[in-house]
């Protein structure tokens, strides 16, 4: 761009580059037809921004059609917000796709061509897809020192801490920075506060469910790193504003202040509307047969604690699920076993025991639920044996069904999904995890096991109670009586009321007790299973466990309700 | 009026001289597209060099494209669907205003009416995008075209030129006028009539853009002056009390006098080096208001065509 005049208000700048082309195109006689002329002018047309304020991405979008919230929201922060703000929306409505609107619009516009994406490790990828194929953004995963180079990046906030990494940001400048979960930028005392903050950049998002967790002071601190002095500084704003660490006072005028830079949807507003979840409890008794069968893998686990401990725990469970699992885990092991030790015989007694199970009460149950709700539903369950066999036994009940794998290629998914759309009642699932395959025609689920970690329970619902759901979403858990499944589903269902929260809660929860993504609570389980020795022990110790719970739940009740105090 | 990217696909590739192999009223538009087109919308330049390096003929690419969501797609071929905001439309687009940019166009006249013997004036049309940029952009597509012989300028020149039936046959020399002014004078007297154009424009929305950055730079400064200021008495308390701990004898050797003076002589440069790191804060946070705030206009030429016409 060359100079062309210097007005009162701004500068004019002209491209010329057009003429030197113009000029060689006629001195060697080399011309574009009128039609294609005609088209460029027309895409010119399409393309243009014909208003300062209005949105011009969401026609271009491939994929999405945004909620009304969120097309607000995105208009918000480009027309009065000027794109530096706090997206600060509850969990499940999609901040998202918020950011990725803001970033096309603004990328449409021509403002913004070099962006930087900071997320958790573990949503780096997930970012990346979701820019591609729904907003049609080329974004990269930063995976080595060159692909910082990229025009818009999405790294990981803790790789790109390092000094190495760090240095090679400092040193560019950003039409755009977005940070996921950027309420661990709340003390300005830490290096990543720091480094945020010294990072160059024109317009920024920061993106979390809870800007205030502890104390008004993280408002405060992520604040300054989208408009310093908006609230005044330190001082003054501990002055004007601060009751208490948690207690603002000047409510209203605090209020006007920060909703220049941070919006926050709720799911009551606004008109989206979740759907209630209702849980049923389904009880079994084991037959004498598969008690003996459940009785024979415990006490053989109890007395064998020296084996692989993964092993053990897979065996226990599948005890749980289906003598077919159990079956097949049990053969496995024998292959490693020595032939003529005490181990073999044994595991060999143990099979014996898992023939003479000829009725499978839990599939007799789950048979009667699916006539009873006569309407399409998912069954969930961990293995594979008894994924297969849950398809059998249902053929053999009339019932069609369609299975799902995690292994399944994206195609074969999409098949499967849409013949359980089309023709199959039953989907039986052992994969819950991952985006992209909608599965909201469907209300009702089984868990025909439960797994130990409650993330991978609620991945499970959130394939159906989501966004888009329309009907009520009906959960049936299998309580068999007298097994740790018994014991597990009465800690989840009836003292920590899992299944009645809302969505994402269970999260947050987890990640307050520091065992974030559930892990650490599948092995204070498994600890507990087996450390007890008898019934009333184990019954108390999971009470235990249940009240951590509930408190955590409680704490941070209370700390996203004080972000509520100003709205 | 919607738009119809059904209508605007199949002109693009007629346009490039595609070869349609699927017949009107098919719901599947199939094209044979050559191979400068497939190079340009099929993003596989490894492809290419490996075809070239081993000399083979490359088999042109047949696409099947269809425009309606709600139709099934057929089972034996691989078919696109084609919207709005599909990637592959966007590279349609991107080639279109990547080959239509400059022409030399005849007004026409069927060959044997009376009209066909009238002389032809030379006219340059320049199209282009002026966008108006501070934190938000608006833009507006503008023309303008030149009488070559005359100087006469004309506004929206291109909804003038439209009308008209335009060809690339060129018409014997004689009905040609000859321009009599220079394509650089015709530029300047197109740029300065841009300019003109520019500031007629309301200018609300530069006034505002400036505003806005004075109130944001003002709102920085006293944030990070009302800090400086701090750090700035609290070194002049820690100067003036060295003065009072400096000892009055310059070959002190009092253990105590010595390493009171380097105490505060530490905290004297960590103030100072944190004022400076505010201060460059300060002027950084400055410079990104600016960079986002600042108004300006920015012309972009996309299309030049001569024309000659009555």
Redesign the interface.
């Known amino acids: 761009m060359e100079i062309l005049k210097e007005t009162e208000l701004f500068p004019i700048y002209i491209n010329r580059n057009l003429y030197t082309q113009f000029n060689d195109y006629m001195s060697n006689s080399r011309t574009d037809s009128w039609q294609l002329i005609e088209l460029s002018h027309e895409a010119e047309k399409l393309l243009m921004a014909k208003d300062f304020h209005q949105l011009e991405c969401i026609k271009h979008l491939p994929q999405v059609i945004p909620y009304p919230h969120q097309t607000k929201t995105a208009q918000k922060v480009i027309s009065e917000l000027r794109g530096r703000a706090i997206l600060a929306d509850e969990v499940g409505l999609g901040k998202t796709i918020e950011a990725g609107l803001i970033l096309k619009e603004y990328m449409l516009r021509g403002l913004v061509k070099k962006v930087l994406i900071l997320v958790p490790a573990s949503l780096v990828l997930q970012w990346t897809r979701e820019l591609n194929e729904k907003f049609a953004i080329p974004a990269t995963a930063q995976r080595k020192h060159y692909s910082w180079d990229a025009d818009i990046v999405v790294a990981s906030i803790d790789t790109a801490k390092r000094d190495d990494h760090m240095n090679i940001i400092l040193s560019k400048e950003y039409d755009m920075l977005i940070v996921d979960e950027a309420h661990k930028l709340k003390n300005r005392k830490t290096k990543n506060w720091q480094n945020i903050n010294k990072i160059k950049k024109k317009y920024c998002l920061l993106l979390t469910a809870t800007p205030v967790q502890n104390s008004l002071d993280e408002l405060f601190n992520l604040i300054t790193l989208l408009k310093p002095g908006q609230l005044g500084s330190y001082n003054s704003f501990l002055q004007n504003f601060v009751e208490q660490k948690r207690k603002p006072k000047n409510k209203d005028e605090l209020k006007k202040i920060i909703d220049k830079v941070m919006i926050r949807n709720k799911r009551r507003d606004g008109g989206v509307e979740f759907v209630d979840r209702h849980v049923h409890t389904i009880t079994v008794e084991l037959s004498e047969p598969e008690r003996n069968l459940y009785d024979a893998v415990t006490n053989f686990i109890r007395k064998h604690r020296d084996l692989n401990m993964l092993s053990l725990l897979t065996l226990q469970r599948e005890v749980c699920s289906s003598s077919d699992a159990t079956f097949v885990t049990l053969v496995n092991m024998l292959k490693n076993v020595a032939t003529g030790s005490e181990l073999e015989l044994e595991i060999r007694s143990i099979l014996d025991i898992s023939r003479t199970v000829k009725e499978v009460t839990k599939a007799q149950r789950l048979v009667e639920i699916i006539k009873n709700i006569n309407d399409k539903v998912i069954v969930f369950t961990e293995y594979r044996a008894t994924q297969e066999f849950l398809q059998m036994y249902l053929a053999h009940h009339q019932i069609s069904s369609v299975p799902y794998r995690g292994g399944f290629k994206r195609g074969k998914k999409e098949w499967m999904k849409d013949l359980f759309f089309s023709r199959a009642q039953v989907m039986v699932a052992t994969e819950a995890g991952g985006e992209g395959i909608n599965l909201q025609f469907c209300n009702n689920i089984v868990n025909y096991d439960l797994p130990w970690n409650p993330m991978r329970i609620e991945q499970r619902i959130g394939r159906v109670h989501r966004l888009g759901q329309s009907r009520d979403v009906h959960i049936y858990n299998f309580s068999t009586v007298d097994t740790i499944e018994e014991h597990i589903l009465y800690l989840l269902q009836e003292k920590i009321n899992m299944f009645e929260m809302v969505i994402g809660e269970l999260d947050s929860i987890l990640t307050k007790l520091k065992m974030p993504k559930g892990q650490k609570l599948e092995s204070n389980l498994l600890e507990i299973v087996y450390g007890t020795q008898t019934k009333e022990e184990l019954t108390a110790k999971i009470n235990e466990l249940g009240e951590k719970i509930i408190q955590a739940k409680e704490d941070l009740q209370k700390e996203s309700g004080s972000v509520d105090i100003f709205h | 009026m919607t738009?119809s990217t059904d209508h605007?696909v199949k002109?693009?590739f007629?346009?490039?001289n595609s070869e349609i192999i699927s017949d009107k009223n098919s719901q599947i538009f199939s094209v044979k597209i050559p191979i400068d087109v497939d190079k340009e919308l099929t993003h596989r330049p490894y492809y290419w060099m490996y075809i070239e390096s081993l000399g083979q003929q490359p088999e042109p690419t047949t696409l099947h494209l269809a425009f309606d969501p709600k139709v099934d797609p057929p089972d034996d071929i691989d078919c696109e669907l084609i919207?709005?905001?599909?990637?592959r439309f966007?590279n349609i687009?991107?080639s279109?205003?990547r080959?239509?940019?400059?022409?030399?166009?005849y007004q026409y006249f069927p060959p044997k009416s009376q009209l066909s013997r009238s002389i032809l004036r030379p006219y340059l049309l320049?199209?282009m995008?002026v966008?108006?940029?501070a934190?938000?952009?608006?833009?507006?597509?503008y023309s303008l075209g030149i009488n070559l012989e005359n100087g006469q300028l004309y506004r929206n020149f291109?909804n003038n030129v439209?009308m008209f039936p335009?060809t690339?046959v060129n018409p014997h020399a004689s009905l040609l006028g000859q321009p009599s002014i220079s394509?650089d004078s015709a530029?300047s007297i197109m740029?300065e009539d841009?300019?003109n154009y520019?500031?007629e424009f309301d200018?609300q929305?530069?006034?505002q853009a400036?505003n806005?950055m004075i109130e944001?730079i003002g709102?920085?400064e006293?944030?990070?002056d009302?800090?400086l200021l701090d750090l700035q008495k609290k070194l002049t308390d820690i100067t003036n009390n060295l003065d009072d701990v400096t000892c009055k004898s310059d070959d002190c050797k009092d253990q105590i006098c010595q390493s009171e003076e380097t105490i505060e002589n530490r905290i004297d440069l960590e103030i100072i080096n944190e004022i400076d790191l505010l201060n460059f804060?300060k002027r950084?946070?400055i410079?990104?208001v600016k960079?986002?705030f600042?108004?300006?206009?920015?012309?972009?030429?996309?299309?030049?065509?001569?024309i000659y016409m009555v």
């Open positions: 738009f605007y002109r693009y007629e346009a490039v919207t709005l905001g599909s990637i966007h687009l991107n279109a205003r080959r239509g940019k400059i022409g030399k166009l320049i199209n995008r966008s108006l940029i934190d938000k952009t608006q833009d507006h597509l291109y439209k335009l690339e394509f530029i740029e841009l300019c520019v500031t200018n929305w530069a006034a400036s806005n944001e709102q920085i006293s944030y990070y009302s800090q804060e950084q946070r410079d990104e960079w986002q600042s108004p300006r206009v920015e012309i972009s030429p996309y299309s030049m065509v001569m």
